[in-house]
């Protein structure tokens, strides 16, 4: 079978979280744009949406203007990661930790997670989930671990190596792709030449290609043991530990 | 099919990482315990490790005994855990982190992610992880994603809710399953009526079934885009990003 | 000395981080007017800001009016928290994690650090800080450390046990103050009760009391060695590691 | 006044908890001297521990030869603990965490919460902590919070800027001190000539100081909010909150 074809037919949405709006420079999205065209090139249609460009409410509500809010794109935007096998989610690292704007994210992924596929299981089942973060020093396995850790826990599944990202020297320093740096020109963009980031950004890119193409192949998770319908009517799926009794 | 044979074959290797050796009672045993009998109700193959009671050194090396140290039985742990399909890591939660034990069983798998199987890629690929843990107050997903975090760095799959436990309510009090707490008996073991953590407990184990299942049967991750034995001798799989060159 | 008169002539400032907008109940507001009505009681000058009532824009400059945003309060709001001796956060916490309003709080007082006061130091030295976090289940101390992190890196001195909250039983459950859960009138308010939320709430107030008045009678902290100025213009206190050399 | 003696009567003690026992080179070692050798300069006297060198049991209780263990130096570790105003821990990084030894060392920490000193307050109150932290690739924000956040939990005052570290560009590199890297000698021992590490070492080391002699001089913390003991006795500083009653 031709490879390039293996992949056609999923769908992945990348999310970027920076704090800057367009059409400022956001570093997070140079390196997304890597993951984004690989996946492109294996023929996965990927949308882009940078997340501070739109009128998204806070709060922990499917839709906010029901809560007060005059205005809340999020119904729009959770459309298109229902519509989605893969969800990257971008995020620029601040004092270690993911931006405002992807907690945020994550407030209102959460906030969806009372609602059910038709197997009864949460409704993000079945999909995949990664992360792509940039910093100039610090805290891209922390950051990871936040992102990675809510998106498993309302139904995404992680593959192995699923996070990238480039991070520099501690201290101040150029952020990803940066030419140049206190006023002298770099002899590269930062970070572009850096080998680890390339290679994870390739590793995760075909992790989550191949867990969702997988997953795609199963529909999904079987509904044993999982489906949140079956369990609060009473489905123990002919088990009850004798402890519990 | 008859449900019970579909996850016949499966092996599944659960490490108790309490501080305390046998033969002690560990709360977090007792619902790991629970988990296992679920799988074992499934036909699967389950092994328990309560790592405290043995010898494993300290160390970032596959074996402590070729660096100073007089004994090591961490290589037959690790014999353990490669010949199983799935790995359950259990810790108690002290001061809102896992235990000593368990961060040392991160380090010396960590130390084996040198190490490729057949098709090039780290050594865990086609492996599930999950974590149960007990605390009497606070910190099961602060814990959680570190364990999960450090298992899909190094090779292993997340299926969704791969985590599961018992937190009482903040402050000082009983521990999963005492029967007394401050010298009055309870009127059932502190947590096993937990809706939640009976429920989730459930949800992983499935999740973890249903996910190594999958994998077992695709005979892991094809090695397109993540093997690191091809990745090293220069493979990009016929693709270069732009930016990069 | 009449031991209410010592903290007369501290003020303090408490900015509530809930994701929910005037005149919607905050549960973590109930337990910050706890510690607030304590410090007035020892006379101490109280101010509350609920920050997602305001109009604060998102980025990392002290102005984001001139980054192209149209409005911004933040400019107002720090020059509340730079007249004070005492900075308390309080957040909700979500998927064991502080609010995206807290964060962006830390994000823009970290665009603050470039400042200095009169000896060369961060401008928040001489300063304290504490926190307030509710939740309904899960998450207190790996919150508590994001936010006193953040604060101590930025200038913030941090007393001993500087966090308090409430935490129910793992699990879906009712809020701090709640009445009622699932239909049924609680026989007194989720949380009201808990000894440790109550000892804790009281220590964490008068910890911030003490090393705050401590601070203000030696008018904050000596330059010897943590002026940044003076670093930046070679000083470097008598002394050059040899190692260093 | 002479600066050199300022600091003159102060007692600090660095515990590096390395996983390498001795002679085997530490790198965490070589950042920790810079800060010891300041102090010394300062006319402190500083005390070394290689928390691996010791046969400290694994545990929470003050003394495990209670427990079953045959042998635990730890009671002579806290000894010198207690005889100290500043503690600093030091810790490699190792897969973004700290080493199981330092949460070896905080789980036996912890486990003298339960003492108090002669006011009634937990036996920590009035010392003073920090870290320093390498690795060579990232964590030093999140392992830091970590360690921080245990030392004033348990009753250490934490002064501004208590943390420091180097971590190298993300991906494999050099250590902290290393003069060569796969195979090839470097101009420089890795790290030394950070300007953040150098600025933020000797920040954190003076600013330890200069809060550990404000407390000697203030002989620690009043008792009025914080007694452990008092609060026992049913002392609540005469306030009950009006919520609360």
């Known amino acids: 079978m031709d490879k390039k074809s293996t992949f056609e037919g999923l769908k ?3 999310i970027n979280c920076t704090l800057k709006k367009s059409p400022e420079v956001s570093h997070t999205a ?4 890597v993951s984004e065209a690989r996946m492109r090139h294996e023929g996965v249609n990927v949308e882009r949406i940078r997340l501070i460009d739109y009128k998204v409410a806070t709060g922990v509500y499917p839709d906010m203007t029901e809560h007060g809010w005059d205005q ?3 119904p729009e935007i959770v459309k298109r990661i229902r519509a989605a096998d893969i ?5 620029p690292i601040w004092l270690g930790e993911k931006s405002s704007v992807a907690q ?3 407030e209102r992924l959460y906030a969806m997670s009372g609602e059910t596929n038709e197997k009864g299981q949460y409704s993000f089942y079945g999909k995949v989930g990664g992360c792509i973060l940039t910093g100039n020093e610090d805290g891209l396995k922390s950051t990871a671990k936040n992102i990675l850790y809510a998106l498993q826990h309302i ?3 992680i593959p192995p190596q699923a996070d990238c990202g480039w991070l520099g020297e501690v201290g101040p320093g150029p952020s990803y792709g940066d030419i140049e740096w206190e006023g002298e020109r770099l002899s590269e963009p930062a970070g572009f030449a850096n080998e680890f980031t390339k290679r994870n950004s390739t590793f995760m890119t075909y992790n989550l290609l191949h867990l969702a193409q997988m997953l795609k192949e199963q ?4 509904s044993k043991g999982n489906s949140a319908s079956d369990w609060d009517q009473g489905e123990r799926w002919a088990f009850e530990n004798p402890e519990y009794r």
């Open 219 to 222: 529909q999904g998770y079987p």
């Open 72 to 74: 809340d794109d999020w």
């Open 87 to 91: 969800l990257v989610i971008g995020s």
């Open 30 to 33: 140079k390196l997304m744009r």
């Open 155 to 157: 139904g995404f599944s």
């Open 104 to 106: 945020k994210l994550i």
């Open 12 to 14: 992945a949405v990348y």
